[in-house]
Every structure is written in structure tokens, then in C-alpha cells.
């Protein structure tokens, strides 16, 4: 049976995610810190999305960069930041840095329970503004039906990995 | 769209349900269902000092209910509610991208425990 994805507005500032895998955390987060498995999950095929490149140096201090192509646009996205925190199998800390200052902080916890491992994934604004700008950006689309998946999935994918 | 909404955050809620306690608040509420209008427009109409009505509709802006916008000198406001059908929709649109993400780390993950299982009874053997 699949896990159920739960998204919350914890505040008026952070994002929650969570998911429940059915493994131990230390192959789940070894998906998450190995670049060559990371491009196997992030760009989902169902998002019509692909990545063009997938660079992901996984340390303390250690920056990533993932390039994206999409089918609707010319223009590929580049979504980019360094690792803050790196505590193998049970907490990782990104900046989220294409959008300039301010961008969101990205924190990964990788919770044992049992057989299984909860993971949270807990974005936090630089303000309530930039939360709402970001919701906001993401809420209109005036590209046109051909764009609309584009669009959605910018927005998603935008505050989800960058925005100040 | 009603699990999003009640997902949606509590102090929210508490906020929206503490704004409509109050009856001027509620009708606030229902006149701008009508029309926009401007702060002016609504301390008239409720036969109270712009201040007072400043004050109501701060509540309802904080608690998501009512957006005021401010042109020249009018500040006018407007029912927010539209505000929070976006926002739920925008979430449930970046849960769906992470639910993607995450039944393809499904896949990834079961390959990884399958390896992990066979190398252990390699190194057994």
C-alpha cells in the first residue's frame, strides 16, 4: 500500500512535508545524498519534467546544483545552495539560493520507527511575505493551457527549492 | 479541498473563528459579500469612528478573512476568502509534486534494500 504525502502551513513562514518509507533511514537518506540516486526520484516523470544535470556535493559546506528541462519550455531551470548540516542518516540542511537573499532554509529529518522511517521536510521563509508571495506567484497562471503544467510546476517547485 | 482545509493551519482557524465572534465583524463580512468597500464606507454604514472600524477590520485581515488594499488615500477591503481557496489549492498542488517525488523514491529505495539483502548473503556465503 502507498504512503500518504501530507503538506501543512505550519506557520506563517514554514512549510511541513511529511512521508513515511518503509526502510531503514540510512538507505533512505543514502537516496537523498547520492547525487546519481537523488535524479532517479526528484524530477518525477508525472511532472513532465527532467533533469538536465544533477550536481549534489552532500557535506557540510558542500553545494548542489539542479539543472531542469521541460518538454512546454526552451528555457531550462537552474535551482541552486549549500549544504548547512549533513548528520548521516538523520538530518539534512540546505539553502535554497537562485532566488538571491532571503531564500527558504530546507531541513530533512530522518526518523527511525520501526521497520519504517518518517521523514519531515521543513521549509522555513525569511517572513510570512515571502511564503505568501511565493503561494501567491504560484497561484496565478496566465500562460495558456500549454504552460499550465510548466507554470504549476514551477511554482511548486520554486517555493519548494528557492523564493526569498 | 475540505481535507486541505482542515489541514490548513490551526492558528488559522483560531484566528478566523475568534474574527467572527464578534457580530459587527460577521456583518462587515456579509456587506462586503455585496461589494467592496472602503473603510470610510463601512464606519458609515456601522455608524462608528474610523478607528473603531480600523480595528475590526484588522482582525478580519489578520485572520485571513478580509484583504484591504490601499489606492491614493482610500484603503479599500474586500473579501479574503478567495485568498485561502488559493493557498489550499497551491498546497495541494505542491503535495502532489512531493507525493510524485515520493513514489518514485519508493521505487529507489526497495532497489537499495534488495542490494543491501543480496550483498549481506554474499558476505555470509
Known amino acids: 500500500m502507498k504512503n500518504h504525502t501530507t503538506v501543512e502551513r505550519k506557520s506563517e513562514r514554514e512549510l511541513i512535508v511529511t512521508r513515511t518509507f518503509n526502510a531503514p533511514a540510512r538507505i533512505v537518506f543514502e537516496a537523498w545524498t547520492k547525487p546519481e540516486l537523488l535524479k532517479r526520484w526528484w524530477a518525477p516523470k508525472s511532472f513532465g519534467i527532467s533533469f538536465l544535470s544533477c550536481e549534489a556535493d552532500v557535506r557540510v559546506g558542500g553545494t548542489y546544483r539542479f539543472v531542469f528541462g521541460h518538454a512546454a519550455s526552451e528555457q531550462p531551470m537552474a535551482f541552486f545552495g549549500r549544504y548547512i548540516d549533513v548528520t548521516p542518516h538523520s538530518r539534512l540542511v540546505w539553502t535554497n539560493d537562485e532566488g538571491g537573499e532571503g531564500g527558504a532554509v530546507t531541513t530533512v529529518t530522518f526518523e527511525e520507527r520501526g521497520a519504517d522511517t518518517l521523514v519531515v521536510l521543513h521549509d522555513i521563509y525569511a517572513s510570512k511575505e515571502a511564503l505568501d508571495d511565493a503561494i501567491a506567484s504560484g497561484s496565478t497562471s496566465g500562460f495558456g493551457e500549454a504552460f499550465e503544467q510548466l507554470d504549476e510546476f514551477l511554482a511548486t517547485l520554486g517555493a519548494s527549492v528557492e523564493r526569498s | ?125
Not at chain 2, 37 to 58: C, N, P, Y
Not at chain 2, 62 to 78: D, F, N, P, S
Not at chain 2, 90 to 106: G, T
Open chain 2, 1 to 125: 479541498m475540505l481535507n486541505h482545509m482542515v489541514q490548513y493551519n490551526r492558528t488559522g482557524f483560531d484566528a478566523s473563528f475568534a474574527a467572527l465572534s464578534d457580530g459587527t465583524r460577521r456583518g462587515i463580512l456579509e456587506q462586503l459579500g455585496r461589494a467592496d468597500a472602503s473603510i470610510t464606507d463601512l464606519a458609515e454604514k456601522f455608524r462608528m469612528t474610523l478607528t473603531g472600524m480600523k480595528k475590526h477590520v484588522g482582525v478580519l485581515e489578520q485572520a485571513g478573512l478580509v484583504i484591504t488594499e490601499k489606492v491614493g488615500r482610500v484603503r479599500t477591503c474586500r473579501l479574503g476568502l478567495r485568498r485561502l481557496e488559493e493557498e489550499a489549492a497551491w498546497l495541494e498542488r505542491y503535495r502532489r509534486l512531493w507525493d510524485a517525488r515520493f513514489d518514485e523514491l519508493d521505487g529507489v529505495v526497495e532497489e537499495l534494500k534488495r542490494k543491501k539483502k543480496a550483498d549481506g548473503r554474499n558476505k555470509r556465503q
